[in-house]
């Protein structure tokens, strides 16, 4: 079964850090480009970070520059969402993505049609 799993979300502290799991069954994930996408009530569901396929650099909205990076795990084929210095408003569910694509994932921050597997979100809630 060809599926995606995101999973570590939960409820932490203003300051605090979460690290979420996306992780991939029956298809290779170092060979799509990455996307992660949040959404909290009432707002859409936004873009914040990418990574490209293997060897692929890592874009990111300035919301979360400097605060949330990305990593790959060949051996668990698995990539990583390490979030820090959480604010309350990162408060939402967050998903990760995968598409065939190529190095530079930029254009998959804004569009979410050229995505092939979708996790099924996993909720993140900053409050103290």
């Known amino acids: 079964q060809l599926q995606l799993v995101d999973s570590g979300g939960g409820l932490v502290q203003p300051g605090g850090s979460l690290r979420l799991t996306c992780a991939a069954s029956g298809f290779t994930l170092d060979q799509y480009a990455i996307g992660w996408f949040r959404q909290a009530p009432g707002k859409e569901r936004e873009g914040i970070l990418c990574?490209?396929?293997?060897?692929?650099?890592?874009v990111s909205r300035d919301s979360v520059k400097g605060r949330f990076t990305l990593s790959r795990d060949s051996a668990k084929n698995s990539v990583y969402l390490q979030m820090t210095s959480l604010k309350p408003e990162d408060t939402a569910v967050y998903y990760c993505a995968a598409a065939i694509w190529g190095s530079d994932c930029t254009p998959l921050l804004s569009d979410t049609s050229d995505y092939d597997y979708w996790g099924q979100g996993t909720q993140v809630t900053v409050s103290s």
């Open positions: 990574i490209g396929d293997s060897g692929g650099r890592t």
